[in-house]
């Protein structure tokens, strides 16, 4: 049974960094697409970042430089190390994997992913 969870999620000021953590089960993470979205209140889930089964990188333009994805294979682990926050980061961040092996991601739609976590709350106060 696949499973997706998510923590690490927190309230930070802006400027601050945090760390999340989605731990995978069930399957084999860095063989899939592992990506990150957020939805904030409102407002339509987005894509944030991926990292596809095939080593490749993708970002949300707003998060490039500030926002790093990468994977910890001893935990079967996707992580987003998230610096220079500001209060439009804020939402509930969702990890989330893709359907096919070794393909790379796309954060343009969520038809290409099969599981998705429960999420982790950011809150980014100015």
């Known amino acids: 049974q696949v499973r997706l969870v998510e923590s690490g999620g927190g309230s930070v000021q802006a400027g601050g960094s945090l760390r999340l953590s989605c731990v995978g089960s069930g399957f084999t993470a860095n063989q899939y697409c592992m990506s990150w979205f957020r939805q904030a209140p409102g407002k339509e889930r987005e894509g944030v970042a991926g990292?596809?089964?095939?080593?490749?990188?993708t970002y949300r333009d707003s998060v490039r430089g500030r926002f790093t994805i990468s994977r910890d294979n001893a935990k079967n682990a996707l992580i987003l190390e998230m610096n220079s926050l500001n209060p439009e980061d804020s939402g509930m961040y969702y990890c989330?994997?893709?359907?096919?092996?070794?393909?790379?991601?796309?954060?343009?739609?969520?038809?290409?992913?099969?599981?998705w976590g429960q999420g982790t709350q950011v809150t980014v106060s100015s």
């Open positions: 990292i596809g089964g095939d080593g490749s990188r």
């Open positions: 989330a994997r893709g359907s096919r092996l070794y393909d790379h991601c796309s954060l343009l739609g969520f038809g290409d992913y099969t599981y």
